[in-house]
């Protein structure tokens, strides 16, 4: 028996990021940057107008006001899309859009909302100040800026400052692309009604999708019998198109655990025996000429959900480029008394309720944690209702209500209303 910790050193010691490529700037949202961005622009990268209203020379309007408005001529249009560079003459205003070019000679934009609104002439009411609902050339970022780091994740904030900078294609560290095996005679296609003896492949589909949720590319190879060579022609076939493999089942102590057998004496695979419940049989090593990092998950689908949090997630995310860990464990309170497994780490299926408490004149707010239903390594209903896992030492053997627990969080946590 080797500890969660040691498996996972293991894993997180072999997998590498992937290496760089070009992809046009909408392709790489969620990837990381795999370069620094400089700007060759400035932004803004004209003097424009903040306001719609009217470009002015403020000294003209110094000493407008309610009781001793001015009035002057407008002299144009100016609206935001105008390529042409004008200008404007000492007593003159011309009427400006908000992003429109400010003319020459202009130092200022009077808002439409302090003047009468007048298309040949306009009134203005209110004192003007130089500069004011002017936006200058550069103030935002200078031509020559360093704009983006390399490490950077391209939410779309970044990439609309990339694509402001005039940047249309970026070396990025591209989304792992990960092949979901599931293995089982007994497996069917979902949508199916399962007869007697077959199971839904439910976890063909839930590691897909938890793929894809990681922001990485599944592709899903559905119910490969439990037959050894059809499962090594399928993983051989496979490793050509994957940055990383996922197969299920097959990987416990059974008379048909196929992923074992193919997998046990090739590439640097090795089957351990983890200490954690649910999730002990795990497998981990490198195949093919690439090195392609193969994790052989456990068949009961809580073991798998719970494995892939564990161990496949963070190695996804090295792959990608990303922090091993991008949500911070939640403390909860037990919520009640439950037992722990001697020796094991244990990942409860729990679920977090955001509380508040009023202790006199104090009022705090903190997460209880329950369970969340029958804790079977093959209950999904639990499973689904649950929103973390609680996370309990191997040396822990009972916790009891109000105990402070350890929760990994398998979602968003809402807050309470
Ligand atoms: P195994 O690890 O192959 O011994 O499977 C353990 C348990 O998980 C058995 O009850 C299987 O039917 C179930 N199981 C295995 N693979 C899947 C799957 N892809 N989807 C749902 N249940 C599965
Ligand atoms: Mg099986």
């Known amino acids: ?9 293991r894993i997180v010691d072999t997998v590498q990021r992937l290496p760089p490529m ?8 969620g990837c990381v940057l795999a370069q620094d961005v400089t700007s060759e622009v400035a932004l803004p990268g004209f003097r424009n107008s903040a306001m719609d209203g009217y470009a002015v020379h403020a000294a003209d309007l110094a000493l407008a006001s309610h009781a001793a408005p001015v009035t002057l001529p407008v002299a144009g249009d100016i609206a935001a899309g105008n390529t042409q560079a004008l200008s404007l003459a000492p007593g003159q205003s011309m009427r400006i859009m908000t992003g429109a070019p400010m003319p020459d000679g202009a130092d200022a934009v009077v808002p439409v909302e302090r003047t009468d609104g007048g298309l040949t002439r306009v009134t203005v009411s ?5 500069g004011q609902h002017v936006r200058q050339a550069g103030e935002d970022v200078a031509a020559g800026d360093l704009v983006m780091r390399g490490g950077t994740r391209l939410e779309p904030r970044q990439i609309a400052l990339l694509a402001a900078v ?18 089982g005679d007994e497996l069917i296609e979902p949508g199916i009604r399962p007869g007697f003896g077959q199971v839904v492949d439910s976890n063909g589909l839930m590691l897909t999708a938890a793929v894809r949720a990681l922001d990485c590319v599944p592709f899903r190879v559905s119910c490969v019998p439990d037959d050894a060579r059809t499962l090594q022609s399928t993983i051989e076939s496979q490793l050509l198109r994957a940055d ?6 097959g990987v416990s102590m059974g008379a048909y655990d196929t992923v074992k057998e193919v997998l046990s004496s090739v590439g640097t695979m090795r089957f351990d025996k983890v200490a954690m419940q649910p999730g002990m049989p795990q497998g981990f ?8 990092p193969v994790f052989t998950l456990p068949g009961n689908p809580v073991s798998a959900m719970v494995s892939f949090e564990v161990f496949v997630a963070p190695a996804l995310r090295l792959m ?3 922090p091993q860990q991008e949500t911070s464990m939640v403390t909860a309170v037990a919520a009640h008394d439950w037992n722990a497994p001697a020796g094991k780490v244990q990942y409860a299926r729990v679920v977090l309720s955001h509380v508040f408490s009023h202790v006199s004149s104090q009022t705090g707010s903190g997460y209880t944690a329950a369970i969340a239903g029958l804790q079977g390594s093959h209950a999904l209903g639990s499973l689904a209702c649950a929103n973390a896992l609680a996370v309990i030492p191997a ?4 916790v009891r209500a109000g105990d402070q627990v350890s929760c990994h969080p398998l979602g968003p946590i809402l807050e309470a209303l």
Not at 395 to 398: A, F, L, N, R, Y
């Open 285 to 292: 090593g490198v195949l093919g000429e690439d090195q392609i």
């Open 22 to 29: 070009g992809l046009d700037l909408l392709d790489a949202q």
């Open 1 to 9: 028996m080797i500890t969660v910790q040691e498996h996972l050193s």
């Open 320 to 322: 990608a480029g990303r």
């Open 166 to 183: 005039g940047t249309g294609e970026v070396r990025v560290t591209p989304r792992p692309r990960v092949v979901v095996i599931s293995t």
């Open 126 to 130: 209110a004192e003007v100040s130089v």
């Open 395 to 398: 040396d822990v053997t009972s």
């Open 244 to 249: 990383a493999v996922v197969t299920t089942g």
